[in-house]
């Protein structure tokens, strides 16, 4: 289950009312933020860009890999523990903006958690310690620590203990 907090809207869709949610300059700011780290191949430098103008928590020796994309709007909702890789290409989101209403939500990746290229995360959701996510993968509920899930939908290949017996082998 995802742990998003709603807010209903009223007349147009809600992308039309984004800039009565966020600020118009905070989106300008974090845009072109992001759109430096994505193409910066110093990944201390990259992760002091995120900490430091996009107030994104990320732990020591995490790597977000060229072009991985976090949330514009939100990017101070989004906690990466240590020791984690993301993947190349990869989304992660914050919000999500509907006909009704806009959720929020934050996210959390754990303690070495590799997560394949081209995923996208949705927000609301938390990815346990150790576990791994497989390339183009919808993580839309949360991945329990040290299991493998993969596709979309998305679905336990292996849990925690077969990944455990298959590390003895």
């Given amino acids: 289950m995802r742990r998003t907090k709603r807010y209903r809207v009223h007349s147009h869709n809600s992308l039309w009312q984004i800039y009565k949610t966020v600020p118009f ?22 992760n002091w860009m995120y900490r430091t103008f996009l107030r994104m928590k990320i732990g020591k020796e995490s790597a977000l890999a060229l072009m991985v994309m976090p949330d514009t709007m939100f ?28 959720r929020l939500g934050d996210v959390h990746i754990g303690d070495e958690v590799m997560i394949g290229a081209n995923c996208t995360i949705l927000p609301g959701v938390t990815i346990g310690d150790g576990a791994v996510v497989s390339a183009a993968t919808l993580v839309h509920e949360d991945v329990a620590p040290g299991s493998f899930v993969g596709g979309n939908p998305m679905h336990v290949i292996y849990t925690k203990e077969e990944m455990d017996k298959r590390k003895l082998q």
Wanted: proline letters at 4%; aromatic letters at 14%.
């Fill in 75 to 102: 990017p101070e909702k989004i906690h990466i523990g240590e020791n984690s890789i993301i993947g190349y290409n990869t989304t992660i989101l914050a919000h999500e903006y509907l006909i009704e209403e806009y």
């Fill in 25 to 46: 300059l905070k989106v300008v700011k974090n845009f072109i933020f992001i759109q430096l780290g994505r193409y910066t191949p110093w990944l201390s430098v990259k």
